[in-house]
């Protein structure tokens, strides 16, 4: 096993949701619409809504990003709130947060990656 260390980070932007089962199918709709606007945001990568097959109705949405600026920027766009209010109204409860990576492995090598120090949570306005 090697390891590398590198001055580069990944963030990722997460959001649960927990959506009644009769309302799968809007609320999927709702965050497939919100991920097509936010996958052409600069600096957006791309999105992925994961249902979890231990747990009925809960979902979690992923989005991959260029770093801490491009997620900021979004998340104060004029668009922003009006958009993702149409995805949570869609969900019974909704909890948002962003992820760095600390270090990842492929083909037996690790990668640590070093994010910047002081990063903290982006909040939308309120």
Same mark, same amino acid.
């Given at each position: 096993?090697?390891t590398?260390?590198?001055?580069? +980070?990944e963030?990722?932007?997460s959001?649960? /949701?927990? $959506? *009644?089962?009769?309302? *799968?199918s809007?609320? $999927?709709?709702?965050?497939?619409?919100?991920?097509? &606007?936010?996958?052409?945001?600069p600096?957006? %990568?791309?999105?992925?809504?994961f249902?979890?097959v231990r747990?009925? %109705?809960r /979902?979690v949405a992923?989005g991959e &990003?260029d770093?801490?600026?491009?997620?900021?920027?979004?998340?104060?766009? @004029?668009?922003f709130k009006?958009r993702?209010?149409? $995805?949570?109204?869609?969900?019974?409860?909704?909890?948002?947060?962003? +992820?760095v990576?600390?270090a990842k492995?492929?083909?037996? @090598? $690790?990668?640590?990656?070093?994010?910047? %120090?002081g990063?903290?949570?982006?909040?939308?306005?309120?």
């Amino acid at each position: 096993m090697t390891t590398e260390e590198t001055a580069t +980070y990944e963030i990722y932007t997460s959001g649960r /949701f927990q $959506v *009644e089962q009769s309302n *799968e199918s809007d609320f $999927v709709e709702a965050w497939s619409e919100f991920a097509a &606007w936010v996958s052409q945001r600069p600096g957006a %990568g791309t999105l992925r809504l994961f249902r979890d097959v231990r747990n009925a %109705g809960r /979902f979690v949405a992923l989005g991959e &990003w260029d770093d801490a600026d491009a997620v900021s920027e979004w998340k104060n766009s @004029a668009e922003f709130k009006e958009r993702i209010g149409r $995805v949570v109204r869609q969900a019974t409860e909704f909890e948002p947060t962003e +992820y760095v990576t600390l270090a990842k492995a492929t083909e037996g @090598a $690790v990668e640590s990656l070093a994010p910047p %120090g002081g990063l903290e949570a982006i909040h939308a306005p309120s």
